[in-house]
């Protein structure tokens, strides 16, 4: 099943005393380029998230935003430096044997940062990554879910426009012996013109018809153009990661319909291949966004 490369996917739960909440998002994007957003305390679990990250998803712009709050207590100690507050503290009263009145309070001196240090609990690295990893693995099943249903939108449209290229492909391959048939026609019309009553060369004509029917066929393009929508359809069966190689393909399928047209010298063949192209471009379009 086709996995399309926008997605969102949200989990927010409370594993052993944190809160953890994790948003994911996703856009197309030729590579994979992983923005992630977690506290700056946990910068050290980030190689971990994005290695699970990678798990999930092979190809896109994701976006991958972490919160984690403890909820009781906190992950912070705070020490006094007291030789520094007492030191903080004599020269205060210094100051207030000058004449200044003496107003020292607790807030006075708590004014002073300096005197104060914050330090963090000690953490459990492979704890934290679990709990965060549980709420990782839940919000990115919201967001495969919506992937997949995407990507099942997107394959629907998809054999859709491959249905018109084929039926398209078919009116192709019935007008061309007609091409070679008009053209022989007109060529022996304009002949008996110019030769008035004079018989005219059987072995020239049917060398001419030859030649040109040689110049424009396109046998060889048609079954490569059916050969491909064939591959095309056949990728689409699979689970794994093919955006890229639907982009081959398409490729592939447009140069062969080009040649098409440049070699069918009709009217009608160029106004199908013209149509063909049209159905490429939006196949072209829709596959900018699988995975």
Known sequence: MLKSMTGFGRAEMVIEGFTVSVQIRSVNHRYMDIALRIPRFYNFLEDK??????????????????????????????????????????????????????????????????????????????????????????????????????????EKDILFHLDNIANELKKIEEQSPQTVKLYRENLENKMRELLGDAKVDETRLITETAIFADKVA????????????????????????????????????????NTIGSKANDIEIASLVVEIKSEIEKIREQIQNIE
């Open 218 to 257: 396109i046998d060889e393009e048609t079954v490569r153009l059916r050969s491909h929508i064939k591959a095309f359809k056949s990728a689409l069966n699979t689970d794994k990661p093919i955006g890229k190689k639907l982009d081959f393909i398409i490729q592939e399928m447009n140069r062969e319909t």
């Open 49 to 154: 998230i994005r290695q699970k990250v990678a798990e999930y998803i092979s190809r896109g712009k994701i976006e991958v935003a972490v919160s984690l709050k403890e909820q009781e207590g906190d992950d912070r100690v705070i020490t006094l430096n007291r030789s520094l507050a007492e030191n903080y503290i004599e020269v205060l009263k210094e100051l207030a044997s000058l004449g200044v009145e003496d107003d020292i309070k607790v807030s006075t001196v708590a004014r002073y940062n300096d005197i104060f240090s914050v330090e963090y609990k000690e953490i459990d690295e492979d704890k934290m990554f679990e709990i965060i990893n549980t709420a990782l693995t839940s919000a990115f099943s919201e967001f495969n879910k919506m992937r997949s249903e995407e990507g099942e939108r997107l």
